[in-house]
Nanobody
Framework: QVQLVESGGGLVQPGGSLRLSCAAS????????IGWFRQAPGKEREGISC????????????YYADDVKGRFTISRDDAENTVYLQMNSLKPEDTAVYYC?????????????????????????WGQGTQVTVSA
């Protein structure tokens, strides 16, 4: 069965850290670029961090939304077929359901900005989401 499964969410105090994991099964991430998205209650889903195989500069390979830049780090371990999102200095406004997603690499390759902002409807697989709540 092809799926992405997120884990690592939970309740954390402001200033704390969480590490989200996204494990792929039924397919290999080797041929996919990846993204993390979140949706807070009453808000639209937003792309917060994406990782592309693009070699271009300026949000080409790695993209972070402005409100997470410097606090969140996206990474992948293809050997483990897993994607990660390290979240530090968490704020109450980071509270949301977090989703990972995988998009098969295109030719020409999409930049990380594109797969986080303008090509979101082209993703092939989405996880079910994991709740992150930042509260004292």
């Amino acid at each position: 069965q092809v799926q992405l499964v997120e884990s690592g969410g939970g309740l954390v105090q402001p200033g704390g850290s969480l590490r989200l994991s996204c494990a792929a099964s039924g397919f290999t991430l080797d041929y996919y670029d990846i993204g993390w998205f979140r949706q807070a209650p009453g808000k639209e889903r937003e792309g917060i961090s994406c990782l592309s195989s693009s070699k271009s500069s300026s949000d080409g390979r790695t993209y972070y939304a402005d409100d997470v830049k410097g606090r969140f780090t996206i990474s992948r371990d293809d050997a483990e077929n897993t994607v990660y999102l390290q979240m530090n200095s968490l704020k109450p406004e980071d509270t949301a359901v977090y989703y990972c997603a995988a998009i098969r690499r295109r030719r020409p390759v999409y930049t990380a900005w594109a797969i986080c902002v303008s090509r979101v409807n082209e993703y092939d697989y989405w996880g079910q989401g994991t709740q992150v709540t930042v509260s004292a």
